[in-house]
């Protein structure tokens, strides 16, 4: 029997005694992962076909900046979030300037898996493997036989925590290095408040002096108020260097 899933997720509990028994059970797979609260939505505007280094914000500028300010920071940066790769582009055309061997990691599970679009509205078939078959190739291209190394970690940010807690191996020089220190970190990957924060509460640790934190989407997503309480009540670790109504960026002044 075919199940319509429109119908499925736009109704709301009282009324779900109205489906069938079928799509009574899928309601309820529904939302005992997602919490009976939330809007669940499908997109379609992620289907059209992927194109690399186009992005789906604003305030890249920012990104920009960001990134070359955190040329003088030690340790890896990041992306969580690659979607198309804009993100990653714009950081390592910056970390190419620098005059020491730099390291960007992506995070990203992509698999059409439920995406946290915001506090109150998750998101299903949003990010296809699809999109990571056209961006990931195109960023190793772009640091081959440059300063700049890439990784990428099909996974999603809660399974990097727990996997590379202890750092990430990297091979290089004939030697095996554990790194364990971030210089730049481009949140961008789920938008609630609690995974953003977890986030934060990763990457503030191992971050070195003058790294940059950049987050996406800071208005009407998620509680961005809970993450800048959180790195500025850190006893002046960090100081905050701008905030728009779409990024804001923060510069560790500071280390324990
Ligand atoms: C808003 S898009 C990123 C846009 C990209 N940073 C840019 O500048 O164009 C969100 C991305 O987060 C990824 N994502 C979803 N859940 C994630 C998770 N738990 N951890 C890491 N990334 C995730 C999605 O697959 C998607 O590619």
Redesign the pocket.
Known sequence: MEVDLNKIFNVSERYIENLSPLEQAVWWTQHRIFGSELTISHWTDEKVAPEFG????SG?EI?QQAAEYSLGARGVSV??????????K?MIEQFKKSEFPKLHIG?????S?P??YKDTEHVLN??PNE?RDVAIPELYKLCAGSNVDFMFFQ??????FKRFADGIPIYMNNTEYIINEYGCV?F????TTK?TLNETKFFAPRASLNAMFIY??VEEYYDHDVIESYLLDEDGTWAQIIRTNVKAVYHKIKVK
């Open positions: 186009r992005g789906d914000g890249y990104l992306e969580i979030g690659v979607r198309e790769g804009c993100g990653s714009i995070i990203d599970p992509y698999g898996i995406y946290l949003a990010y999109m996974m999603t940010d809660e399974q990097f481009y961008d990957g789920p938008h995974t996406d989407d």
